[in-house]
């Protein structure tokens, strides 16, 4: 079974950096899809960025330039660096993983950026 825990939320001013981190158990993570999502109040949940097991990334328009998803599958563990952050980016950040068919969440953490 897969489980995967954020960390790193917080407030912080816009144009200031935070990075969020997600640990995630079981021994196959190293050949697994990984990806954050986030959910600002009263929106849906959409894609912020992706990373496949090879290192290849896709990123949401809106945070291309500013947001970086890596990867340390010693560690078994994905980062997000979001700079340059907006008020906009405000919004709870989830890890995602698609998993036997499913999909695979975290609880999430806060972001708050304020202006």
């Known amino acids: 079974q897969v489980q995967l825990v954020e960390s790193g939320g917080g407030l912080v001013q816009a144009g200031g950096s935070l990075r969020l981190s997600c640990a995630a158990s079981?021994?196959?993570?190293?050949?697994?899809?990984m990806g954050w999502y986030r959910q600002a109040p009263g929106k849906q949940r959409e894609m912020v960025a992706r990373?496949?097991?090879?290192?290849?990334?896709d990123y949401a328009d809106s945070v291309k330039g500013r947001f970086t998803i890596s990867r340390d599958s010693g560690k078994n563990t994905v980062y997000l660096q979001m700079n340059s952050l907006k008020s906009e980016d405000t919004a709870v950040y989830y890890c995602h993983a698609p998993w036997l068919g499913g999909d695979v969440w975290g609880k999430g953490t806060l972001v708050t950026v304020s202006s």
């Open positions: 079981g021994t196959f993570f190293s050949i697994m899809l």
């Open positions: 990373i496949t097991s090879g290192g290849s990334t």
